[in-house]
Each structure stands twice: as structure tokens, then as C-alpha cells.
């Protein structure tokens, strides 16, 4: 997969996704990441990419121009177009799963008060990480970029690595453990330990509905 990431700041998302998981998956050409600043999309020779805002207000606003300049470089027919803002859609693993299986997408990183509210001429989702607000959304960028490629093939070695875990299902992952058995007094429960996979699948549903319902019942009302 190819992402172009729109941002004045490339180095809050170029520096996050360099190591672990998906450092390797850029190194193996799993996924390929490029910058595009709006700064290099500017005409005047202050290379101005914001301005004060209409009507009033604190901040300064990012102008439409140079994003959808840097946009339209990368912009193929099979690209989408996602912005990062507190007003989008909440991102949830059902996007990722979704953007997991598109060739390019193109995120844009708003910054200060965010970007003209015009920019939405080229944009074909808006998302949010969750109801508080970044200094950008490159922040957010990482979590999407780092979410969606480990559901690219050949990024998880395992293969059903992803199957279980938190919120594929709409539930939350059955605690974990591992070694030592018992560790400050505190024990793994005993059928993990029992070689019985019956058992152990039993209790990990169970596990897992009773800390939805303790820690997330909304995940739970979702279906009613
Ligand atoms: N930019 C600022 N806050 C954000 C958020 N919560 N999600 C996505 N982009 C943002």
C-alpha cells in the first residue's frame, strides 16, 4: 500500500512509524509512506500556508490552496482522500479494515486552528481519533497509518494474528498472560494452564463479554 501524508510537520509522523511493526513493514516495501508540505505548494515568497480567520476568532487557519495543490500531485483515479480533524467520523477498527484494502490513500493533516473549511473539495473522509483535540492531526495520522498496516498482508507474520483481538468483533481481548505462573503473589487463572482448548475457548468469550461489559457497554448496545 502507498500513503501520502499532507503535513507541515512530516517529521510527527516520519518519526513514530519508523520503528517496530511498521518501521519493518516500510523497510520490506510493505508500505510505502511519502510527505507532501504544504509549504512547497505556495506561490509568494514567505511560502504562507495560513492565515487569520474570517469573521473573528483566536488562531490561525491553514489556507485550502497549498493542501489541495499538494493533494492534486498524488491524486490518482484509485486514491482516497481521508482529513484527520476532531470533527470527522470516530475512527474504529471497522475503518481500518476498510482503508486496509484500498491501493493509496492520501491523509491530510490539518494544524493550529485547522485547515479552510473549502479543503473539503477534495476530500473523500473525514475522521476523528476521539473527542479531544491534538495540536494536528498528524498524531492522528500515525494512529490510522499504524492501525491499517497491520491488517496488510504478509505485516503480521502470524496469520490469524489479528482474528481475535479488541473490537474485530466488537468485543474486548480475554486478559493475557504469561510467564512466571504466579507473579507478586498473583496467579494465571488455572485453565489457561490446562491444555484443555475447549476450556480455554470457553473462558476467553466469557472473559471477554465480562470485561466488555464492565469496561465498554456501549460496545455491547451497538446491535440493539
Ligand atoms: N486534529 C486535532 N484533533 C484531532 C482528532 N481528535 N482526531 C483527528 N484529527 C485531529
Avoid at 8 to 18: E, K, N, Q
Avoid at 32 to 54: A, C, I, M, S, W
Avoid at 93 to 118: M, N, W
Wanted: contains cysteine.
Amino acid at each position: 500500500m502507498k500513503i501520502d501524508v499532507v503535513t507541515l510537520f512530516p517529521g510527527m509522523v516520519d518519526i513514530p512509524l519508523s520503528d517496530s511493526i511498521v518501521g519493518r513493514a516500510r523497510k520490506e516495501k510493505l508500505l510505502k509512506l511519502n510527505f507532501e508540505n504544504p509549504r512547497d505548494f505556495t506561490q509568494d515568497k514567505h511560502k504562507t500556508v495560513d492565515g487569520k480567520l474570517y469573521g473573528g476568532g483566536t488562531g490561525m487557519l491553514m489556507m485550502a490552496e497549498p493542501v489541495f495543490n499538494a493533494v492534486k500531485k498524488v491524486k490518482k483515479k484509485n486514491s482516497v482522500v481521508v482529513l484527520l480533524s476532531p470533527k470527522g467520523a470516530i475512527f474504529n477498527q471497522k475503518t481500518a479494515l476498510s482503508l486496509a484494502k484500498k491501493k493509496h490513500l492520501i491523509l491530510i493533516c490539518g494544524h493550529y486552528e485547522g485547515i479552510d473549511e473549502r479543503i473539503g473539495k477534495c476530500v473523500d473522509i473525514e475522521l476523528s481519533i476521539g473527542d479531544y483535540v491534538l495540536t494536528g492531526g498528524e498524531p492522528a495520522a500515525v494512529a490510522v497509518i499504524d492501525a491499517v498496516t497491520r491488517l496488510l498482508p504478509g505485516v503480521l507474520k502470524k496469520k490469524d494474528a489479528t482474528v481475535n483481538e479488541s473490537f474485530s468483533f466488537d468485543l474486548l481481548e480475554a486478559p493475557q498472560y504469561t510467564r512466571p505462573e504466579i507473579w507478586e503473589n498473583l496467579k494465571v487463572p488455572k485453565v489457561l494452564l490446562s491444555g484443555n482448548h475447549k476450556l480455554i475457548e470457553e473462558w476467553k468469550k466469557s472473559s471477554a463479554l465480562e470485561i466488555t461489559k464492565k469496561m465498554r457497554p456501549d460496545l455491547l448496545k451497538k446491535d440493539e
